[in-house]
């Protein structure tokens, strides 16, 4: 079966540091592009980061210079480093693989970063 499974979540204080982690199985991950999105109750959902099969990057503008995107296929997972954390980075963080046109995408069931003093 497809899991994706979040984890690095919690409460860290404004300029603090958090590395998040999705670990996926059940698919051919080195062949899916990978994203991050967040999540605030009311709002609607924003990409925040991807990266490709071959590794390409893009970013929000809210988070560029601040968080890393990066993949280890031989470990099935991808990460989101995020540094200078600020209280509007507070959101439910979600990951998800996608093939494109014509294929089913995953989602993870995400998790929470709360970044508060």
């Known amino acids: 079966q497809v899991q994706l499974v979040e984890s690095g979540g919690g409460l860290v204080q404004p300029g603090g540091s958090l590395r998040l982690s999705c670990a996926a199985s059940g698919f051919t991950f080195s062949s899916y592009a990978m994203t991050w999105y967040r999540q605030v109750p009311g709002k609607e959902r924003e990409l925040v980061a991807i990266?490709?099969?071959?590794?390409?990057?893009v970013y929000a503008d809210s988070v560029k210079g601040r968080f890393t995107i990066s993949r280890d296929n031989a470990k099935n997972t991808v990460y989101l480093q995020m540094n200078s954390l600020k209280p509007e980075d507070t959101a439910v963080y979600y990951c998800?693989?996608?093939?494109?046109?014509?294929?089913?995408?995953?989602w993870g069931k995400g998790t929470l970063v709360n970044v508060s003093s």
């Open positions: 990266i490709t099969s071959v590794g390409s990057t």
């Open positions: 998800k693989a996608a093939r494109g046109r014509g294929f089913m995408d995953y």
